[in-house]
């Protein structure tokens, strides 16, 4: 598996220790509601070289070569002392027999800014839609942030439409039947005040596999999401 070319700005001080993933990809299939029962297959890919990284998401609802709905989410910026630094965010859906929609997030060291020409101050740990997954499993690796049921953990988020202060909630322990075994899992809840047209995703982390998802619950509404269940065995990187 190919690493990502180093291209974002990164501290000459900082190197990346074992704590962060290897290049990484993680299948999964999808089952889910839009308009009837839906299926699908979904991929995470995670690529760093040295102290650069991308985070792609890829959704396809339907058959892979004439899907009904895809999706790709990509992150793509630096890793500091400080975990996941976002410097651009992309966003594009596509729709069978329609248009599709694009939408790109830019981040300077103090600024987010949407592609509507919007900005905001940004945040510390400010993360995007697709690095805070593998934000979150580096902050319980380290041990920077412990898992423990009803725990609450802020993890303020630049989504499409605005900048939330979102925040997850543990809800406990959970096993697993996945198509690679039983896992134990860690399952966070997203709790936002107020309505929001962005997605909101459920995780379920697994130590095992250095608490990357091995579940994801992506839901628009009630009558609209999507489940993806690891469908297989990570595909990791080889130590150098």
């Known amino acids: 598996m190919a690493a990502a070319s180093a291209t974002g700005p990164a501290s ?11 290049s990484t990809r ?4 999808l089952t889910g509601q839009y308009r009837g029962e839906i299926h699908g297959q979904a991929q995470v890919e995670w690529l760093r070289e040295g102290t650069h990284y991308q985070m792609h998401l890829d959704v396809t609802v339907g058959p892979s070569f004439l899907p009904v709905i895809a999706r790709h989410l ?3 910026g630096v890793l500091t002392a400080n975990g996941i630094s976002p410097r651009r965010y992309d966003e594009d859906t596509r729709f069978l027999f329609s248009s599709s929609r694009h ?3 830019w981040f300077s060291d103090d600024q987010v800014q949407w592609s509507d020409g919007r900005s905001e101050p940004r945040p510390a740990g400010l993360q995007d839609a697709a690095s805070q997954f593998v934000q979150l499993s580096w902050l319980f690796l380290t041990g920077r942030e412990t898992l423990a049921p009803a725990r609450h953990l802020a993890l303020p988020l630049a989504l ?3 900048l939330y202060g979102w925040r997850y909630e543990v809800q ?13 899992t860690w399952h966070l809840m997203p709790l936002i005040e107020g309505s929001t047209r962005d997605l909101k995703a459920e995780v379920w982390l697994a130590p095992a596999v250095q608490y990357l998802p091995v579940r994801m619950r992506i ?3 009630d009558q609209t999401y999507v489940d993806l ?12």
Not at 12 to 22: D, H, K, N, Q, R
Not at 26 to 29: F, S, V
Not at 172 to 184: N, R, V, W, Y
Request: charged share 25%; hydrophobic share 35%; net charge negative.
């Open 12 to 22: 000459a001080e900082f190197v990346p220790g074992p704590e962060w993933p290897l």
């Open 26 to 29: 993680l299948r999964y299939r």
């Open 74 to 76: 990509s992150s793509d």
């Open 103 to 105: 939408a790109t997030l």
């Open 160 to 162: 499409p439409r605005r």
């Open 172 to 184: 406990g322990q959970e096993q697993l039947d996945t198509p690679i075994g039983l896992l134990a």
């Open 219 to 221: 839901r628009q509404d």
């Open 229 to 240: 269940l690891i469908d297989s065995p990570p595909m990791q990187a080889a130590l150098p």
